[in-house]
């Protein structure tokens, strides 16, 4: 029953086995531009992958057959390219198809023997999917590169993950009159298809408003302080729009917060105070930052971003082409309310005599 369920993948987990096998397939990385198009004259020559598995570590060299090599330099396996063509064809047809969070496809099974792979998915903490070494024609090196992937086959993915109350943002609830117990309970009694909004639109009609106290982690608070010391209070201040139901888009949003300068910004000569520390916050997301880990500033997916599209199409998002990249992100995702019982959020509590509420924090690809 274990070998059977470790056998299962999720949508995201048999997406990044398609890209590996897609890229071997084709040899080529192509560039995207900032509304996730090829760019035909820019691409990157794969002349290997580097894979560590549960049964060590190899590479995958192209060349005229895919040759598999060990971490000794012994020569394990030459496969034809077909293969790897025929199988990520396969593969993207039951990602499409298939239904379920997670199953199986037993077809891929033999193959995945024969080419040294016992395990998909990395490590959690890490931003980094898939390690490749490229030719580079700007510079003529063969770099080794860090990318991470996401997937727009079968859904959404997320870009960042909600994380129980490391993600709740505190707010207190400020009242031109009195807030008493009966109206905290019967706040906490809707229970609508959309209760965390209707949650929160209530509190506003009793005259009240949230106002940001601080973020349930220290450590993501200085996660983003590090980013830009605005972060906490301008992410705050989106997550309240959100959840105002004022708009659920990033691009929405910061121009609503642009409007209406809560952090009082200089906006004279139009500068964009909001966009830009926004679009750096998703940057530092998508290419490593995590709530619960010290950021540095250092890129685990250091060679950029990988988008498998609809069609099967696999793109990058290199560091070359880093303002096309942040406005992808920019443009194309949204907030999202992720489980409200998991994550220990939306219910008023008092502490102290005051009310309070969390709000949690997850992104979204549109």
């Known amino acids: 029953m274990k070998d059977k369920k470790e056998k299962k993948k999720n949508r995201g987990e048999w997406s990044e086995l398609y890209v590996f096998f897609k890229l071997l397939a084709d040899k080529k ?52 390219i077909k293969e790897f063509k025929d199988k990520s064809l396969l593969l993207l047809n039951k990602i499409k198809t298939l239904k379920g969070r997670a199953f199986e496809i037993p077809e891929l099974e033999s193959f995945l023997k024969k080419i040294k792979i016992t395990k998909v998915k990395g490590k959690s903490s890490e931003k980094r999917d898939i390690t490749i070494v490229v030719h580079d024609m700007f510079t003529g090196f063969n770099p080794k590169l860090g990318f991470s992937i996401k997937s727009r086959i079968g859904g959404d993915s997320t870009l960042f993950n909600s994380n129980k109350n490391k993600t709740n943002f505190i707010y207190k609830i400020k009242c031109k009159g009195s807030f008493s117990d009966k109206d905290k309970n019967e706040i906490n009694a809707i229970n609508t298809k959309r209760k965390l909004k209707d949650r929160v639109k209530k509190i506003y009609e009793k005259s009240c408003k949230l106002e940001f106290v601080e973020i349930g982690s220290p450590q993501f608070s200085n996660n983003l302080m590090i980013i830009d010391s605005s972060l906490p209070l301008i992410v705050a201040e989106m997550l309240k729009l959100y959840y105002l139901a004022k708009a659920t888009t990033i691009y929405d949003i910061t121009k609503i917060l642009t409007d209406n300068n809560p952090l009082n910004f200089d906006l004279t000569e139009s500068q964009p105070f909001y966009e830009y520390k926004i679009k750096n ?85 549109i």
């Open 281 to 365: 916050f998703l940057t530092d997301t998508a290419l490593g930052m995590t709530p619960e880990t010290p950021w540095k500033g250092i890129y685990d997916a250091n060679g950029g971003y990988i988008v498998a599209k609809e069609n099967g199409e696999v793109l990058c998002y290199h560091i070359y082409n880093h303002n096309a990249f942040q406005e992808y992100l920019f443009k194309n995702t949204k907030f999202d309310s992720p489980s409200s019982s998991k994550h220990e959020y939306g219910s008023i509590y008092e502490d102290n005599g005051e009310f309070y509420i969390n709000l949690n924090l997850q992104i979204r690809f």
């Open 29 to 80: 990385l192509y560039a995207a531009d900032a509304n996730l198009n090829k760019i035909e004259d820019i691409y990157y020559p794969v002349l290997k992958i580097l894979r560590k598995d549960f049964i060590g570590d190899f590479e995958y060299h192209t060349n005229s057959v895919i040759k598999i090599i060990d971490s000794n330099g012994n020569l394990l396996e030459e496969i034809p």
